[in-house]
């Protein structure tokens, strides 16, 4: 019953293209056989049925052409104009009521084919309309069905959020990661907290979550470190990116977030810091006794010189003082892993200090270190940790320019800040090395140039005196030119 409803109506093959010859041409010549066995056994009287008939001519044309497209209306049309014809002819009309017929019936039958034709091609086009949009849903549905099975495989946890629904949904990743299914909303309300999600041990405000951030602030977030507690118990660290999805006109529509979990990395990481924490204390008190005996050799020597003698011992204490440096630099870094670089904080004056920076290098150094714009200027800090910066700008200044000999240190007085500035005119720095080269353990490593002894922690342990100083660090630099490493450090106490 449903099939044959859904053949007759011809609404139910709307975006059907499979359009039909055979039922508009049965459907209508078994109408008109019907009519004309009416009309000849049932009314008798053919003359009073003329309206009629055209009526079911006007009714057949367009349901065939919205059910049949252009052929099935032409085809009701075709089988109305011979009807019509063997109507006239069958009658035996002569005279001026065969004239009349015979041009209602071209009349008719041109009306008919134009209707046809009108109707048809609506109906066609609605079809391809229509079809456009179901192939259009459909590619959108597969895009889907392809996007949620890459999301499903990828190694990486991944949280959606769409700005409609307002739902965060995670791949299976997520749930492996996190422990539990995620399908939530989006916090309603700024004092929202996460009990799992923390930051630095604290319990974290949902609307700070990268997700929340990138939907409603449109932010970009990239490599931000967050704490998870499993379960209340164990502690993860995640690596988050998140980035808001924009429509054509730039609204924010939705919003990905992606994250890693780096537990293991940061578990090792935290354990090579113990080791070198641990290693530089144990070779600290090694280093301390072979510094003792080496002045009490020298003592000796003092007594009974011995120049063969005297020139081996300067040249291990020069060495045991190279070491001390080193293993010094690498419990630097250790405190400020463990945030217990501390500080002691006086008035000095500058231009004092890298004086006797500049006199204990030239010592060994065959640079010329040139010190001319003297500022009289005392600022409040640490006096040895500052010290540590300019002899490390100026130990890399002379390390860094093997083939020049001038050395240029400048201090500047500028609006609530003192600026130290110290110029090589060595290898220079490429500019995408430039911020690097101030993280822990950063070194530029050039195939083309000579390798350069050191081991990228002098730097890192500057920008941090310098930054709990709330002074500033950077270099402006070209490559084979040379570099100005500056340092700014505020006025007046800290
Ligand atoms: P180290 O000198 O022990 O390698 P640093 O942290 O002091 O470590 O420096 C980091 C890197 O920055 C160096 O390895 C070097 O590539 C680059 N660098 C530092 N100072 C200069 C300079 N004056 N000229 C050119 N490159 C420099």
Known sequence: MVSILRLVNPFARIGIRNYSTIIPLLFTVLSYLVIELLTLYVVRDPDSVGIFIIFISVALVMYFSFRDGIRGGFLAAAITLFYYTYIIFSRNYSGDQFRTSLNTTIILSLLFFILAAIIGWLKQSLDAIVLKEIDARLAAEEGHLRLQTILQQLPVGVLLVDVRSGIIEGNRQVEKILGKKVHMKLPQHDSEVSTNARLNQQPMPLKDWPITRAITKGEVISGEELEYWRDGKKQLFLRVNAAPIRNTKHEIVAAVSTFYDITQQKEMEQRKDDFVNMASHELKTPLTSMKLYIDSLQKRLEKNPDERLQRIVTN????????????????????????????????????????????????????????????????????????????????????????????????????????????????????????????????????????????????????????RHKGKIWVESEKGKGSTFFVSLPLGKK
Request: hydrophobic share 35%; proline share 2%.
């Open 316 to 467: 291990v204490k020069l060495q045991t003082n190279r070491l001390q440096e080193l293993v010094n630099d690498l419990l630097d870094v250790s405190r400020i892993q463990t945030g217990k670089l501390s500080f002691s904080k006086e008035f000095f004056s500058l231009d004092t200090l890298i004086e006797e920076s500049i006199e204990m290098l030239q010592e060994t150094s065959k640079h010329t270190i040139e010190f001319t714009k003297k500022t009289h200027i005392k600022v409040h800090g640490d006096r040895f940790r500052i010290y540590q910066v300019i002899t490390n700008l100026l130990t890399n200044a002379i390390k860094y320019s093997p083939q020049e000999s001038e050395i240029v240190v400048k201090l500047k007085r500028e609006a609530g800040h003192v600026v130290l500035s110290v110029q090589d005119f060595g290898i220079g720095i490429s500019k995408d090395q430039s911020k690097k080269i101030f993280e822990r353990l950063y070194q530029v490593t050039d195939p083309t140039e000579k390798t350069f002894p050191g081991l990228g922690m002098g730097l890192y342990i500057s920008r941090e005196i310098v930054r």
